[in-house]
């Protein structure tokens, strides 16, 4: 029997939570769906996500086992890559070069504020 249904939230490490919340909220157009003082973490538990989207990050602090500015694996989905690189561009995103090859769909990578390393892919 499967117990696991879905990926519901994956923590990306940040070092500081609040300059977080700015880029992925405002950068990026999440909602912030959770932000409550969590001690045990050192900082907040703070979960936002694109709208609409099942799955979230949650934004900790970063620590020695979890050092912010890696590479997250992470991939989010866009209807049109092409504007989306256009428009984070625009925001000031840090944002590599927009990528296409034939028979893959078009994607790049971009970077928090931390240099977590994020990916955006058409489809």
Same mark, same amino acid.
């Given at each position: 029997m499967n117990h696991i249904t879905a990926v519901s939230t994956v923590a990306v490490p940040v070092t500081d939570q609040d300059r977080a919340v700015a880029f992925?909220?405002?950068?990026?157009?999440?909602?912030?769906?959770m932000d409550a003082p969590?001690?045990?973490?050192?900082?907040?538990?703070?979960v936002v996500a694109p709208p609409g989207s099942a799955a979230a990050l949650a934004l900790v602090p970063a620590g020695?086992?979890?050092?912010?500015g890696g590479d997250t694996g992470i991939r989010f989905a866009t209807s049109d890559a092409?504007?989306?690189?256009?428009?984070?561009?625009?925001?000031? =995103?840090? =944002?590599?070069?927009?990528?296409?090859?034939?028979?893959?769909?078009?994607?790049?990578?971009?970077?928090?504020?931390?240099g977590n390393v994020l990916y955006l892919v058409e489809g």
């Amino acid at each position: 029997m499967n117990h696991i249904t879905a990926v519901s939230t994956v923590a990306v490490p940040v070092t500081d939570q609040d300059r977080a919340v700015a880029f992925y909220v405002d950068a990026l157009g999440f909602d912030l769906q959770m932000d409550a003082p969590l001690p045990q973490l050192g900082g907040r538990w703070i979960v936002v996500a694109p709208p609409g989207s099942a799955a979230a990050l949650a934004l900790v602090p970063a620590g020695d086992e979890t050092p912010a500015g890696g590479d997250t694996g992470i991939r989010f989905a866009t209807s049109d890559a092409t504007a989306a690189h256009a428009a984070l561009t625009e925001r000031g =995103v840090p =944002v590599d070069d927009l990528l296409s090859w034939p028979g893959v769909p078009p994607m790049f990578t971009f970077h928090d504020p931390d240099g977590n390393v994020l990916y955006l892919v058409e489809g």
